[in-house]
């Protein structure tokens, strides 16, 4: 079992930065691949980013590109997402995601889920 806990959610206002992080415990051997997801208000969950946790290797949405950057610290087996430049439809509940491998994230074939963070972006 693998256990993820998100922070740093909160409010914004538009044009600033957030960092989230997401601090993996149990048998994280298991997953090669982390990541983020999220999800607005009356819409589905999306994918934002994913890294190979191994060889450092990320994938990201197109609405992130540019914007948001995931990086993983092994030492302490956590994964950030540094978020800038951030809008209004940035808002929503961001969660952390771990799967076998970094496309399996990228797909949706997610094996563990953190419990989200809340980001605001007010303009």
């Known amino acids: 079992q693998v256990r993820l806990i998100e922070s740093g959610g909160r409010l914004v206002q538009a044009g600033g930065s957030l960092r989230l992080s997401c601090a993996a415990s149990g048998r994280t051997f298991s997953t090669n691949g982390m990541g983020w997801f999220r999800q607005a208000p009356g819409k589905e969950r999306e994918f934002v980013a994913t890294?190979?946790?191994?060889?450092?290797?990320?994938i990201y949405a197109d609405s992130g590109k540019g914007r948001f950057t995931i990086s993983r610290d092994s030492a302490k087996n956590t994964v950030h997402l540094q978020m800038n430049s951030l809008k209004p439809e940035d808002t929503a509940i961001y969660y952390c995601?771990?799967?076998?491998?970094?496309?399996?994230?990228?797909?949706?074939?997610?094996?563990?889920w953190g419990q989200g963070t809340q980001v605001t972006v007010s303009s």
């Open positions: 995601a771990a799967g076998s491998s970094m496309f399996a994230v990228r797909g949706g074939r997610i094996d563990y």
């Open positions: 890294i190979n946790w191994s060889a450092g290797t990320t």
